[in-house]
């Protein structure tokens, strides 16, 4: 656990100046609750063989920008004036917020590597190569994951419609 998260500190979504080569010193650097949803994201992540996914599935990538993600929400949400709670929220949501494309990287190998392909042929956004090849996207993949894991209802729902967010009601 102590690899994993400083491979997590010092990875490029993080963006550090300088390497940290301690738990204390990530611990300071990152907070606890970075710390607590970083590796969050990396379990998940853990079990994904990159041999069990289709080639141009990049998974690095899918973590460092979810990632990315989460900590841009959080800041949003703190800028905002929101409580640490609702900040908290953000950052959870943003963590996961791909979380489908690991179901449909692994589960659906084929048609996933079709939708990347789609995708990237006729530059399009993903969810709509997703829409096309396999009739849903990876948002709403992930949406019934985290609802089948009972995660509060804001996080399912912004997980959902993070590429549709004007059909959240």
Same mark, same amino acid.
Do not use: Y
């Given at each position: 656990?102590?690899? *994993?998260?400083? !491979?997590?500190?010092?990875?490029?979504?993080?963006?550090?100046?300088?390497?940290?080569?301690?738990?204390?010193?990530?611990? $300071?650097?990152? @907070?606890?609750?970075?710390?607590?949803? =970083?590796? &969050?994201? %990396?379990?998940?992540?853990?079990?994904? $063989?990159?041999?069990?996914?289709?080639?141009?599935?990049?998974?690095? !990538?899918?973590?460092?920008? %979810?990632?990315?993600?989460?900590? +841009?929400?959080? =800041?949003?949400? $703190? #800028?905002? @004036?929101?409580?640490?709670?609702?900040?908290?929220?953000?950052?959870?949501?943003?963590?996961?917020?791909?979380?489908?494309?690991?179901?449909?990287?692994?589960?659906?190998? *084929?048609? +996933?590597?079709?939708?990347?392909?789609?995708?990237?042929?006729?530059?399009?956004?993903?969810?709509?190569?997703?829409?096309?090849? &396999? @009739?849903?996207?990876?948002?709403?993949?992930? #949406?019934?994951?985290?609802?089948?894991?009972? &995660?509060?209802?804001?996080?399912?729902?912004?997980?959902? +419609?993070?590429?549709?967010? #004007?059909?959240? =009601?």
């Amino acid at each position: 656990m102590s690899a *994993k998260l400083l !491979q997590v500190v010092n990875s490029a979504a993080i963006g550090l100046p300088m390497k940290v080569a301690s738990v204390v010193q990530a611990v $300071r650097v990152l @907070g606890l609750d970075t710390i607590k949803d =970083s590796l &969050l994201l %990396s379990g998940l992540f853990a079990p994904v $063989r990159k041999d069990k996914v289709p080639a141009e599935f990049d998974l690095e !990538q899918v973590w460092s920008h %979810s990632l990315l993600v989460a900590r +841009f929400a959080r =800041s949003i949400a $703190r #800028g905002e @004036g929101s409580t640490e709670q609702f900040a908290g929220d953000c950052f959870t949501s943003g963590l996961l917020h791909d979380v489908g494309q690991l179901v449909l990287a692994t589960k659906l190998q *084929k048609e +996933f590597r079709e939708a990347l392909l789609l995708a990237r042929d006729q530059a399009i956004p993903l969810s709509r190569a997703e829409r096309r090849v &396999l @009739g849903i996207t990876h948002a709403e993949v992930g #949406g019934v994951l985290l609802e089948l894991w009972e &995660l509060p209802h804001s996080i399912v729902e912004t997980v959902t +419609f993070h590429s549709t967010p #004007g059909r959240i =009601s």
